[in-house]
Every structure is written in structure tokens, then in C-alpha cells.
């Protein structure tokens, strides 16, 4: 039998916890049978005087309705009505029990988070005993969970050097609409990239500022040519520079001409 909390909890909580009550009420009744937990988590379950979003996760039974569209559709409905009916601040995420114990076996930060923080709002006598777990000091993740997070370092260091460079990309894109918005704006036709720099010169930009398109260029080219394949923090932060620069002259000219 799913026990409902009944203390000082709103008194604790506040407004916020009182509302996400209601909408546990809403949805329970009809889904009891596959609905493991729903949890009351996030910021505002830490203090009481929060009023922005309210998170509620809603832990269901996956082994009921392991492929059951129409019912996955209709239970997403059904939270949708609810949401609007009681408060449309609540943000409602929805783990399957398989996902749950995943993520929990794997220690992933997110589960410990909602584990330590979260408060049942409806628990079949599922996320209790895993809290208290917790609390005692028993869910320890696996050796396994640890060699996982620790492999995940080089991936992200990695990743971290490809959005840099990802990111140059936009900021000399950026550059380069600018520059044939302008130019066309001028009279002539959208030019190459290649044509760019002489067209520039054309409409009377600086010398500084062309060059600065040019070494961007050069960069842009060796990035997609994959000769460039690092970029630390402050040469981004300085190409950025030139690129806000530029970019804040174009549209200086363009505005002239529009």
C-alpha cells in the first residue's frame, strides 16, 4: 500500500511542497499500479522559499509496460493535464525503474542527488529504504562506476578542445556574413570568401580590421582542414574579440546603407 506523507512537510517546504502534493494526488490514484515513487526534488526542496520551477519525478514500473506506446501516450497525457490543472511551474520527469537502477549502480550524480535531497511525495516502499541507504553510508558506487567516470575524463577533456574549435568556426562564420551582408548592401553580389578581403577594402574598412578577417581565415581554414586541431581558452577569448569588433563595425556600415 503506497504511503502518502503526512507531517510538517509543507510546513518545512512551504507553498511549493503543498503543490507538488496535489499534482502526486492527481496522477496516483489511476496509475498506482505501475507508479513506483514520486518524488518532490531540486532546489526547492532544499529551502522553502523558492518559487521558481517545482520538480517532481515520477519513478514508474517499465516491467508492466515494457512496450506499451498507448499507454505511454496516455500516461504523458495525463501528466500534462494534471500539470496544468494544479501549476504550470511544476517540471515533471519521468524514469523508467530500469533507468533508475542504472543510473543508481553506476552512481550517477544525478540519482545520489535525488536520493539525498529528494522528498516522497507517494513511495510504495521503493525510495525510502535506497534514501536511508544512502544516508547510512551503504550505497557505495562500484569499482566499476569508478573506472567508468574516470574514462569519461579524456572523452570530455577532448570534446572540451572540439567545441572550442567548433566554436572559432561560428565566431569566423559570424565574420563572414556579416562581411558579404555588407558588401552586398555596397552593390556588389554576395562574394566567395576568398573575394571577401579585397571587397572590404573596396567599401573603405580599415586595414586592421581586414587583416583581422584574414587571420581568421587562415585559422578557419587550418581548423577544416584539420591541421589546427587544439585551441586553448585565451586565443579563443582573443579571436572572439576580434570577431565582436568586426562584426560591431559591419553592422555600423550596414546600418547606413539600410
Not at 510504495?124 to 547510512?136: Q, Y
Not at 577569448?237 to 559591419?250: C, I, R
Amino acid at each position: 500500500m503506497a504511503k502518502k506523507e503526512e507531517n510538517n512537510l509543507d510546513e518545512l517546504y512551504g507553498e511549493d511542497y503543498k503543490t507538488a502534493l496535489r499534482l502526486a494526488n492527481e496522477i496516483f490514484p489511476e496509475f498506482s499500479s505501475v507508479v513506483k515513487s514520486i518524488i518532490y526534488f531540486g532546489s526547492s526542496s532544499r529551502k522553502k522559499a523558492a518559487r521558481g520551477d517545482i520538480d517532481v519525478l515520477i519513478i514508474f514500473n517499465d516491467a508492466n509496460v515494457i512496450s506499451d506506446k498507448d499507454f505511454k501516450m496516455y500516461f504523458s497525457k495525463k501528466v500534462d493535464e494534471a500539470v496544468k490543472k494544479v501549476d504550470e511551474r511544476l517540471h515533471i520527469n519521468v524514469v523508467t525503474l530500469t533507468v533508475f537502477f542504472e543510473n543508481l549502480i553506476n552512481a550517477k550524480p544525478v540519482v545520489m542527488n535525488v536520493l539525498r535531497d529528494g522528498v516522497a511525495l507517494i513511495d510504495t516502499g521503493f525510495f525510502a529504504p535506497l534514501k536511508i541507504l544512502l544516508l547510512k553510508g551503504k550505497l557505495k558506487p562500484s569499482a566499476e562506476a569508478i573506472l567508468n567516470s574516470a574514462a569519461r575524463v579524456d572523452a570530455h577533456t577532448i570534446m572540451s578542445k572540439l567545441n572550442l574549435l567548433s566554436a572559432f568556426q561560428e565566431l569566423y562564420l559570424s565574420m563572414l556574413d556579416a562581411a558579404q551582408a555588407t558588401i552586398m548592401a555596397y552593390g556588389a553580389v554576395a562574394p566567395s570568401p576568398e573575394k571577401v578581403p579585397d571587397l572590404l577594402k573596396g567599401i573603405k574598412i580599415p586595414a586592421s580590421q581586414i587583416t583581422n578577417f584574414r587571420k581568421m581565415q587562415l585559422v578557419f581554414k587550418k581548423v577544416e582542414h584539420r591541421e589546427l586541431n587544439k585551441m586553448t581558452g585565451k586565443e579563443y577569448d582573443a579571436y572572439k574579440k576580434k570577431a565582436e569588433s568586426f562584426n560591431k563595425l559591419m553592422e555600423a556600415k550596414l546600418r547606413k546603407k539600410i
